[in-house]
């Protein structure tokens, strides 16, 4: 922000008058300014946060493209490792790797169909995946 000296005399004794207030005051100030113009002084970060939950659900609706990661071997490791080389082609050592290297994605950009066949498979096999 520029320093005071640069600002009219207007704004500096708005300033003045501001810096003044209670903070009860200041959000009765914040409230009939954003009535008045139309305005919300929320960052958008902050409303982006507020409404995430319901943006999440629309977004997993639209959504055609899908990414099946998973998060842990669980106790069967070899079981997880035989499923990830069926569902990738990889060889052992780079399922291996796959898996012990988890959180990682198996497979990117596929359909919600085939995700959640492969959850399914992966599951079963006692791995912890999540679709995203």
Same mark, same amino acid.
């Given at each position: &922000? =520029?320093? @005071?000296?640069?600002? =009219?005399?207007? +704004?500096? %004794?708005?300033?003045? =008058?501001?810096?003044?207030?209670?903070?009860? %005051?200041? #959000?009765?100030?914040?409230?009939?300014?954003?009535? *008045?113009?139309?305005?919300?002084?929320?960052?958008?970060? &902050? &409303?982006?946060?507020?409404?995430?939950?319901? !943006? %999440?659900? %629309?977004? @997993?609706?639209?959504?055609?493209?899908?990414? +099946? +990661?998973?998060?842990?071997?669980?106790? *069967?490791?070899?079981? $997880?490792?035989? $499923?990830?080389?069926?569902?990738? =082609?990889?060889?052992?050592?780079?399922?291996?790797?796959?898996?012990? @290297?988890?959180?990682?994605?198996? *497979?990117?950009?596929?359909? *919600?169909?085939? #995700?959640?066949?492969?959850? !399914?498979?992966?599951? @079963? !096999?006692?791995?912890?995946?999540?679709?995203?």
């Amino acid at each position: &922000m =520029s320093d @005071e000296g640069d600002l =009219s005399p207007k +704004v500096s %004794e708005l300033l003045d =008058s501001i810096g003044g207030l209670t903070v009860l %005051e200041l #959000a009765d100030l914040v409230k009939a300014l954003e009535d *008045k113009f139309g305005v919300s002084a929320a960052a958008p970060v &902050m &409303m982006a946060g507020a409404a995430g939950g319901g !943006a %999440e659900e %629309e977004e @997993e609706e639209e959504k055609d493209s899908f990414d +099946v +990661v998973i998060t842990g071997p669980g106790d *069967k490791k070899i079981q $997880v490792i035989k $499923v990830v080389r069926e569902i990738t =082609s990889l060889g052992l050592k780079e399922a291996k790797a796959l898996v012990d @290297e988890a959180p990682k994605a198996v *497979k990117e950009g596929i359909t *919600k169909q085939e #995700a959640d066949e492969i959850h !399914a498979k992966l599951s @079963e !096999a006692g791995a912890g995946v999540e679709i995203k």
